[in-house]
């Protein structure tokens, strides 16, 4: 069985008084009901992940990852950070692949494939993030154009490394747009997620390969979202910088 994970993605938002402020709000009102089934991982901006990872311990199935890694091992690329940088501060989850990357900083799938290797042969579990632009689903194209994605990155790991990974669909077009997608569509991109995984690394594999849906989940919808068959919890932006949302959507999967 895939593992339920519900992934915070705090974005470039926050200084570290307010990072802070938020995780305490979070672990408080996580103590009181904390189902150690379902991971919760924090994935914070780069200079606090040290910070909020030494609140989070102590505390059952939460987890900091990272929101980013370099695509290099290591040498002279300023301002990167390696997957070994992240190892040696015990961090074991990281971003890759977010829409926002592909976007802004031209992120292409060849440059991301070797993002996920440099995590995985680090022992750090990628979040993989796939999804289509408008346009592709306008034109019915959006299965090929995600399956694609998958098949130029991830799927090329060997099934050992591949175990490691951790999908998120989130559509161009519903992040921070506040306009999910209906119930139907993510149940049929999950679905397809799950065959296309099935049909290369064999159907334990696939089982137990958590995939996430990310893109306007908040506290009203993300109960609803999660009974969607194959669909193995969320990744969330604007709706995990308020503690008590995030909770509530926390406390919506199980
Ligand atoms: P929103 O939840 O703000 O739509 O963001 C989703 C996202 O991009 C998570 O990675």
Redesign the pocket.
């Known amino acids: 069985m895939a593992q339920n994970i519900i992934a915070a ?1 705090w ?1 470039m938002n926050n200084d570290e008084y307010s990072s802070k402020k938020l995780t305490y709000e979070f672990l408080k009102l996580l103590n009181r009901k904390n189902n150690p089934k379902t991971l919760k991982v924090l994935c914070v901006p780069h200079p606090f992940l040290l910070s909020i990872d030494n609140m989070c311990t102590g505390t059952e199935s939460v987890f900091v990852g990272a929101q980013n890694c370099s695509s290099f091992k290591q040498g002279s690329f300023t301002g990167e950070v390696s997957a070994l940088m992240l190892k040696s501060l015990g961090i074991k989850y990281v ?1 890759i692949g ?3 990357r592909r976007d802004f900083f031209s992120e292409t799938n060849e440059e991301l494939l070797n993002k996920v290797l440099r995590s995985v042969e680090r022992n750090i579990s990628p979040i993989f ?1 796939c999804g289509e632009p408008l346009i592709f689903r306008n034109k019915n194209n959006h299965l090929e154009y995600v399956i694609n994605q998958l098949k130029e990155t991830v799927l090329k790991l060997n099934k050992e490394s591949f175990q490691k990974v951790i999908i ?1 669909y ?1 559509p161009v077009w ?4 506040g306009k999910t997608a209906s119930n139907k569509e993510i149940e049929e991109m999950h679905v397809a997620i799950r065959k296309t995984i099935k049909q290369k690394f064999g159907s334990s594999v696939s089982k137990n390969t958590s995939i996430l849906y ?4 908040n506290a009203i919808n993300a109960k609803e979202i999660f009974e969607i068959h194959d669909v193995d919890g969320g ?6 910088l308020q503690a008590q949302e995030f909770i509530d959507i926390v406390n919506s999967i199980s």
């Open positions: 993605n974005k971003i977010h829409s926002e993030c998120a989130e519903a992040i921070g747009s990310g893109g306007s989940v990744l969330i932006g604007g709706a995990s």
